[in-house]
Every structure is written in structure tokens, then in C-alpha cells.
């Protein structure tokens, strides 16, 4: 039994093999390959193609941290709906594909839970939103 697990996961043993082998040749060749000059030019931190300015060290606004922060937020958001969508579309079917949904609709839990869960999510976001936005965070002046 053990056995017959272990060589189940051959082909992604030799995926990862593969995948290493080709990032070290890749690597290997731009290192020998590559150009050797260096220069003042080169030394210098590249900014979107613009000349820097200042120093590293500059602070920045506590604002452009709080926008960083809310678009995590709701990028995690869509990343936690994706799954739901697919869950929500397998438990309209009647014969569901996913064994995640014949799970929970045989614990009772179909379409109506699925949907009232994702209102329930969507309106904890609301009230976040709405924080945010009576603090405003949105405000970018």
C-alpha cells in the first residue's frame, strides 16, 4: 500500500526535477553569456527608468500603506470567492461533480447555505469598506 502511494507521486518528482534542472541551465547561461561591464551606471538602483531621487531611507505616507493594506483585502476577497463561485454552481447541478459539494449537501448544506454564506462574507466586507471609507482612506489628497 505504502508502496503504491509512493509511486504515485513519481511524475511530480520528476516535474520538480525537470523544472530545477531548467532554472539552473537558465541561470548557468546568463551568467556566462551575460555582459560583464560595470560602471557607475550599472551600480546605481534602477526606478522605472527614471534617475533616483533622495535617499532609500525616505519615509513614506502612512497612506500609501493603509491603500496597500485594503488592496490586499480585496484581492484575498476574489481569491476566496473563486472557490465559492465553483461550489455554488456544482450544488445548482443535480448530480454534483465535486466531492466537496456531495459533502456538504449531505450534511444538509446546499445552494441556500452556500448562498447565505457568501452574504454573510459579503457584508463583513461592507461594513469594512464602510470603516474605511468614513475614516478616509479613500481620500487622496
Excluded: C, N
Excluded at 537558465?26 to 553569456?33: D, L, T, V
Excluded at 551606471?41 to 533616483?52: F, S, V
Excluded at 493603509?66 to 456544482?90: C, I, K, Q, T
Amino acid at each position: 500500500m505504502l508502496l503504491a502511494s509512493v509511486y504515485s507521486y513519481e511524475p511530480v518528482a520528476w516535474l520538480i526535477g525537470i523544472v530545477v534542472a531548467m532554472a539552473a541551465a537558465m541561470f548557468g547561461a546568463a551568467h556566462m553569456i551575460g555582459p560583464k561591464r560595470m560602471g557607475p551606471a550599472k551600480a546605481m538602483p534602477y526606478e522605472a527608468g527614471m534617475i533616483p531621487m533622495g535617499s532609500a531611507r525616505h519615509r513614506f505616507d502612512v497612506h500609501f500603506y493603509m491603500v496597500a493594506m485594503l488592496f490586499l483585502l480585496f484581492d484575498v476577497e476574489v481569491a476566496l470567492l473563486w472557490p465559492w463561485a465553483g461550489l455554488f454552481v456544482d450544488s445548482t447541478r443535480p448530480q454534483p461533480q465535486y466531492s466537496a459539494t456531495q459533502v456538504l449537501q449531505s450534511a444538509g448544506m446546499g445552494k441556500t447555505f452556500l448562498f447565505f454564506e457568501v452574504v454573510v462574507f459579503m457584508a463583513i466586507l461592507l461594513v469594512g469598506y464602510v470603516y474605511a471609507w468614513r475614516k478616509g482612506v479613500f481620500k487622496f489628497s
